[in-house]
């Protein structure tokens, strides 16, 4: 399978794909890829072991999901594909493995810490906070905190949730901002922890809870899926601002420099709109969001020169 749906694998250093599995790689070429790692550590431990684990979303409608074919694709993923690109030429490889390790929002910052993903691949929020324990890559998407209810709930704000159940996914920032407006506007909110955005919208769909809390971008996407679309809304005023961008380890300027020079290139190119046109404009999953100005305006400024 292709790295990216819309792209086709590199002509002079092709791309193996694998979802579970690791190939034994020869010490032939093991230590002549060492060398060119310089002094990243990433870029080490892939060389040594000839794969590349990257950590992706499975319901995070359209950046990170399972597609028809069982394997993970969305926005995010191209994203990294074109990363993994850059990682396979730098390192001089023949062939590149790339193994997805599936994560969640309170597992995928302990996993790229501790090394056992590469990168991640996702939907997640570049904030201060967070910053302490891993590094980001240019923004490529910029969301909010909105509310995802039944269409005859009466909910159209986070106000109209007293007395009523709203499910958040644990670890996400989503999950703070509102828990913290909640406190402040001194609601009767009871709060529903789920795993993941799958489970939140199956909790919603099975009237367990009467709201779902996340990114709007993300709420359209699980709307997107839905039998019926018409059944459901998302509503109410931004309760976050949340630049999203690609993980990659703290404490490795080599190789987050690699990442920055590959995505600043993709925004230069004009790709990176191409891409997410792919994918937003409407996209396979039918999602209808031109790019904003915002958006556009980021890839701009962080379109760096060579």
């Not at 990170?64 to 730098?90: R, T, W």
């Not at 996702?122 to 923004?139: A, D, F, I, M, W």
């Not at 799958?198 to 839905?226: F, N």
């Amino acid at each position: 399978m292709p790295m990216t749906p819309r792209h086709a694998r590199p002509i002079a250093h092709p791309i193996i794909l694998a979802a579970t599995t690791t190939v034994l790689i020869g010490a032939a070429w093991s230590s002549a890829a060492l060398a060119d790692a310089g002094d990243s550590p990433t870029l080490a431990r892939i060389a040594e072991r000839g794969v590349v684990n990257i950590g992706h979303r499975e319901t995070s409608i359209p950046f990170s999901y399972i597609g028809d074919d069982n394997e993970p694709v969305g926005y995010s993923i191209d994203l990294c594909g074109k990363f993994v690109e850059a990682i396979q030429a730098e390192l001089e490889l023949d062939s590149l493995e790339v193994k997805y390790i599936p994560v969640t929002g309170q597992t995928r910052i302990p996993l790229l810490a501790n090394g056992t993903i590469d990168m991640e691949c996702g939907s997640t929020t570049n904030n201060l906070t967070r910053q302490k324990q891993v590094e980001y890559l240019p923004t490529t998407f910029i969301t909010g905190t909105k509310i995802l209810s039944r269409a005859d709930s009466g909910i159209t704000e986070i106000e109209d949730l007293e007395g009523k159940v709203i499910g958040l996914s644990a670890g996400t920032t989503n999950e703070k901002v509102i828990k913290a407006a909640i406190d402040e506007l001194g609601l009767d909110v009871d709060v529903v922890t789920v795993k993941d955005h799958s489970q939140g919208w199956l909790s919603l769909e099975t009237d367990r809870i009467d709201a779902y809390g996340s990114d709007d971008v993300l709420l359209y996407g699980l709307v997107s899926r839905s039998s019926d679309p018409a059944d459901y809304q998302v509503t109410g005023r931004y309760l976050s601002f949340d630049p999203y961008a690609i993980m990659v380890p703290r404490n490795d300027s080599t190789f987050e420099r690699l990442g920055r020079v590959v995505f600043a290139g993709l925004m230069r190119s004009g790709e990176m709109a191409e891409i997410y046109a792919q994918w937003f404009e409407p996209g396979p999953t039918g999602i209808d969001m031109p790019l904003s100005d915002d958006l556009a305006a980021a890839f701009s400024s962080q379109a760096l020169p060579e």
